[in-house]
């Protein structure tokens, strides 16, 4: 049986004024894989996603979030939706005002969540997931480095355990050691909570080791679309350069050697 | 086989359901079944209440395998609702049984932060104190600062920053007028409508113009127009230094070799103390047309008698003293807007903080200088 499909774009066209960002993208992500969007920087990978969250709407074609469509769903749908949905936006877009406890605990007194007991445990469990300490839920986002800032944001997006988390960058900025403990654990916890991942990416080492699902952006449209492997036989200019540089051709070294 | 009795409480296969069942041996069987997330369980308060409730009963026998969808949070609400165990006749799944020995493990000790007592209070009063010496020494140091900048300027002219000085005066100047001409000019007519009923009282109904020109020149004039620009180009140059902190431009300007003082500081303290004076006696003109008008229609004074009166009953040297004062509120404005944004952290809450701190501090030191004037040329330019 196949599997229910978590996200699926029909005919996208997205138009800045005369600029043409995304033409005709037609795509389907069934549930529990982890896909990788790449493509050169300004392709409109981050306005796609944008577009799975519904911060924006395209100008043309379909979004199915869940087997929703996005363009007629009512507001309380929305909110339904968007609990499912958890999205980690490149810094980590913590309230600086709030402290990494409440940061965690927002969505759950968002959802009218009063017990604080209740709440305590479960941001001190999300917290323990993601690798931090329970002394560091005092801590306010301006102490925190670029790594424990995606952690805990990381906590915030997983409170609800959303069946669909949309990640935009989750390793930029971090140095590899870090950026190696991010994509673990997002490994495990994947493993774990069996949720799906939408993420934009560069990083190649994210894309061999975690992603299931690969897709490519260039010239405007999906150019290719599918795993790893099928993706790395693509013929198109900007996966050729993208996947075969000298730099993507050591990192897949390894997997071309495994899958051919 | 007989078919169990079934009181359902919810029947949505999306939500969690709660179903008590009589078995063939005549024990009661708590079902659950549905998807058990917390937006559902926030939906359905009356569950918990029921779940605690059956947890009483210790004889009764429970059944979770149903459960479609069982996550963390809804399972520690079972657990916290079975009194932090679990009952001891209990139906799960493996996957499931894991869940509970989560929260069986965790240490529920948990670690809270730092009460507030009496020493934190003596301690943030403290801090208090310190905080306004320092801030007292680093507004210091930024005049002093300044002194130098304006020192180097004059060895080297070529590095004057003439198309900042030029943009804040447009921003903060130009900008300006409309709302200091709306402002000076409905405060005028008000002072003007006010004064006018009282001197009709005593027949004194001409010395409006005495009234109106000496206040408004003098004082009002400049304070508003001073007040208007603290409140809104201040607050816009403390909020642009510490944007420029957050987006590290700041450093990069440091990186580059170039001073934050000559760059961002002189030019902002140049062009108010130029446009604040010239600011300042349009706001006095506005108000002062403002008040003819209103004198006009409630005391029939004509708009010549009035021109013709002004310069003999306000001594052209309070027309000084109010550009003189504008001048310093301009200097004040911009060195507390500039003090302020350097001293914006990179987060919100500092960016919301310091700007306010900067409005007010900013109003409240143009009233102390605008009474030391008031002090300093007391027996100065009176008719």
Redo the contacts between chains.
């Keep these: 049986m196949s599997k229910a499909e978590a996200i699926r774009l029909e005919h996208v066209w997205t138009r800045f004024g005369d600029k043409v960002v995304h033409q005709d993208i037609n795509l389907t992500l069934p549930q529990g894989e982890i896909l990788g969007l790449v493509g050169a920087s300004g392709c409109g990978k981050t306005t796609l996603l944008r577009e799975m969250i519904g911060l924006q709407e395209p100008s043309e074609g379909e979004i199915f979030v869940m087997g929703e469509s996005l363009s007629d769903v009512s507001p309380s749908h929305w909110q ?1 939706l968007r ?1 499912n949905c958890g999205v980690l936006f490149q810094k980590g877009a913590l ?3 709030l ?1 990494v406890f409440e940061n965690i605990a927002f969505p ?1 007194r968002e ?3 009063d ?1 604080e ?2 709440i ?3 941001v ?2 999300k917290l323990e997931s993601v690798g931090l300490s ?2 560091d ?2 801590l ?3 102490d925190l480095s670029g790594g424990m800032t995606k952690r805990v944001a990381l906590a915030r997006t997983l409170i ?2 959303p069946s669909l988390l949309l990640l935009d960058e989750p390793t930029s900025g971090l140095d590899p050691i870090s950026s190696q403990d991010f994509v673990d654990l997002l490994f495990e916890l994947h493993q774990d909570l069996k949720f799906t991942v939408v993420m934009v990416t560069h990083d190649l080492d994210i894309l061999r080791d975690l992603c299931t699902q690969v897709a490519v952006l260039a010239d405007n449209q999906l150019v290719a679309y599918g795993s790893l492997a099928s993706v790395l036989n693509c013929k198109h200019p900007f996966v050729a350069e993208f996947f075969h540089n000298k730099r993507a051709k050591r990192v897949f070294q390894f997997h071309e050697a495994n899958h051919g | 086989m007989e078919s169990p009795q079934f009181m359902s409480t919810t029947d949505t296969r999306m939500q969690p359901v709660l179903e008590v069942c009589a078995q063939e041996n005549g024990r009661q069987c708590v079902r659950l079944s549905g998807r058990w ?3 559902g369980l ?1 939906m359905a308060p009356q569950l918990r209440k029921k779940i605690r409730r059956f947890a009483e009963n210790k004889s009764l026998l429970w059944d979770i395998s149903a459960i479609e969808v069982l ?3 809804s399972a ?2 079972l657990w ?1 609702d079975w009194g932090e165990q679990l009952p001891a006749e209990l139906q799960m799944r493996p996957e499931q049984q894991r869940l509970f020995e ?2 069986q493990n ?1 240490d ?1 000790s ?2 809270v ?2 009460v507030y007592g009496l020493m934190v209070f003596v301690n943030n009063l403290g801090h208090l104190f310190l905080g306004f010496w320092q801030q007292l020494l680093e507004l210091m140091t930024l005049l002093g600062q300044l002194v130098l900048d304006l020192g180097h300027l004059l060895r080297h002219p070529r590095d004057m920053p003439w198309s900042e000085i030029s943009i804040t005066i447009y921003e903060a100047g130009v900008r300006a007028l409309g709302i200091t001409a709306l402002v000076g000019f409905l405060i005028g007519i008000v002072l003007s409508y006010l004064s006018a009923l009282q001197l009709k009282l005593f027949g004194a109904e001409i010395y409006i113009i005495d009234i109106l020109g000496l206040s408004v020149i003098r004082e009002l004039g400049p304070l508003l127009a001073a007040i208007l620009v603290a409140g809104r180009s201040g607050s816009a140059m403390t909020a642009q230094i510490g944007i420029m902190r957050v987006t590290e431009e700041l450093d990069a300007l440091s990186a580059m070799g170039i001073s934050h003082s000559l760059r961002l500081i002189l030019p902002k303290v140049v062009a108010l103390t130029l446009s604040l004076p010239l600011l300042s006696v349009w706001t006095s003109s506005a108000a002062l047309i403002g008040g003819m008008f209103s004198a006009q229609n409630t005391l029939d004074i004509s708009y010549q008698q009035f021109f013709l009166k002004l310069p003999n009953v306000v001594p052209l040297l309070n027309v000084f003293i109010g550009l003189g004062k504008s001048a310093v509120f301009g200097l004040m404005i911009a060195l507390i807007a500039c003090h302020f944004g350097f001293r914006i ?6 960016l919301g903080n310091e700007t306010t701190n900067s409005v007010v501090a900013a109003i409240t030191v143009v009233i102390m200088i605008d009474a030391v004037f008031a002090i300093l040329f007391m027996n100065v330019g009176m008719p």
């Design positions: 339904r609990d309230f600086s005002v402290d759950l959802l009218g969540v017990d007991e209740l305590k445990r479960l001190f469990m329970a002394q839920a005092w306010k986002p301006a609800l355990e | 997330n917390l937006r926030m996550d963390n949070a520690l609400m916290q989560r929260w965790q529920v948990v670690p932060p730092e952290k990179p987060n919100t809450e500092s």
